[in-house]
């Protein structure tokens, strides 16, 4: 694993949380500076069937109803992440999936949590996510997605515009994970490819394309072998 100098130098400074996310990606795709690549509008379209999938019809306890808005609201991060560490995002695609991820952390485990001891666990989950704030962003969020998906005008080509450079200073640790079967996850913990540190402080910083860990030895690599979620759904300075 070797050193790199990494996406950029930003400051340390961290990125907006998902409304000014949100209102940003707005603005640029109506004022024409960001229009859609394939890859952007694909994951786009999945994540909005996610966003207005109804709830299931059906008679059942109140219980079962509050589950299935939970199960609902948990697969619009599942689905999110799984484009998001697809890698085949532009940089303000990227910013705008992440940014959904953060707001949609506490269904990470609720109400279907993983059951091996090794899967992922990420700070922000309670026993009782906050479903009615979740269900908020639903319609909005649709709308957005529904822009960033759809086709571009005969003879329009994909223009992607700068989304800003960012950084962060972590406590704490890495992890990537694997799951070579439905019910098994491995996981393993970053280790700094110098002093073999593994706790930080880490200087994490990221260009929307990809992130670097800098650590307090002065080791910087780019090259950690993490996926983006893996890095971003821990950071405590990023909402």
Known sequence: MGSDSGPGAPAV???????????????????????PAESDADAAAG????????????????VL???????????IL???????????LSPP?????????????????????????????????TSTPPTAAGEALLGPLAD???????PLPPGTVPLT?????????????????????????????????ACGGRSGPWTVRCDWRAF???CACGTVTGDHGLAFSEVWLVLDGAD
């Open 212 to 214: 670097t860990l800098g």
């Open 65 to 75: 109803a509050a589950t299935d808005r939970d199960r609902r609201l948990q697969r």
């Open 47 to 62: 994540v909005r069937t996610r966003l207005t999938a109804r709830l299931p019809d059906r008679a059942g306890t109140s």
């Open 161 to 193: 515009p700068r989304a800003e450079p960012w950084a962060v200073v972590h406590e704490g640790r890495f992890r990537h994970y694997g799951r070579p079967s439905p019910s098994v996850w491995t996981a393993d913990t970053f280790a700094c490819p």
């Open 93 to 125: 695609a990227t910013a705008l999936l992440a940014a959904v991820a953060r707001a949609f952390r506490p269904w990470h485990p609720f109400p279907n949590p993983p059951r091996a001891a090794a899967a992922p666990r990420y700070p922000g989950s």
């Open 78 to 88: 599942r689905t999110t992440l799984h484009h998001l560490d697809g890698g085949a």
């Open 13 to 35: 400074d961290a990125p907006p949380g998902v409304g000014r996310t949100v209102d940003a990606a707005r603005r640029l795709l109506a004022s024409g500076e960001w229009r």
């Open 144 to 150: 957005l997605f529904g822009t960033l998906a759809a």
